[in-house]
């Protein structure tokens, strides 16, 4: 469940707490609303990470691999394919006061506030990957695609459509000689 991922941050002993866990696509799918679910599906996640607690500052750090189903952008087949990467978080507990009048450095841009007594790893492991899906993910380097005229798979048969568009020129070529 995805509340196992709430870490007590009082409970984080002094060495570091690691957390290591596999999750699917239906815990995937629990940290989108309807209108944000994403174009994959996550056939399985494998994160492990180390979360340290110095003073109050939060600290996350740890990889995952993961193997999502995704829509081939070329050839619109579906393919698996394996994503995967390190991470770091640095979180500090939200401060009470606004501080919309104070400008924030790159360097706190980077960091991210947590509030009341508990982290979700949730939300942190999700992000982490959706910043790994490709754009325009392939089924292979080598995808050959879509016919552009018939939509032929080119992948698994081919077509004739690029000796039409030669007969075409021709017959172009053709008219025109006849006109002069
Ligand atoms: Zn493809
Ligand atoms: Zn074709």
Redesign the pocket.
């Known amino acids: 469940m995805a509340n196992s991922l709430k870490i007590n941050v009082f409970l984080i002993p002094e060495e570091g707490q690691r957390f290591v866990f596999s999750e699917g696509d239906t815990w995937l799918q629990s940290c989108f609303k309807d209108s944000e679910k994403p174009d994959f599906v996550l056939e399985k996640v494998d994160v492990n990470c180390l979360i340290t607690m110095t003073s109050g500052t939060i600290f996350i750090k740890g990889f995952f691999s993961a193997l999502i189903d995704i829509c ?6 579906r ?1 698996s394919l394996p994503i995967g990467s390190d991470f770091a978080y640095t979180l500090t507990p939200a401060k009470a006061e606004t501080r919309e009048d104070l400008e924030l450095t790159p360097e706190e841009l980077e960091i991210s506030y947590y509030q009341g007594d508990f982290i979700d790893l949730a939300p942190i492991i999700c992000e982490q990957i959706i910043l790994q899906v490709p754009m325009k993910a ?3 380097e080598e ?3 879509l016919c552009l005229h018939c939509g032929t798979n080119l ?1 698994t048969s081919s077509c004739n459509c690029h000796l039409n568009v030669v007969n075409n020129r021709m017959a172009v070529l053709k008219n025109f000689r006849v006109k002069n």
Do not use: D, I
């Open positions: 081939c952008s070329r050839c619109l087949e393919a392939l089924c292979s995808c050959k695609g992948n």
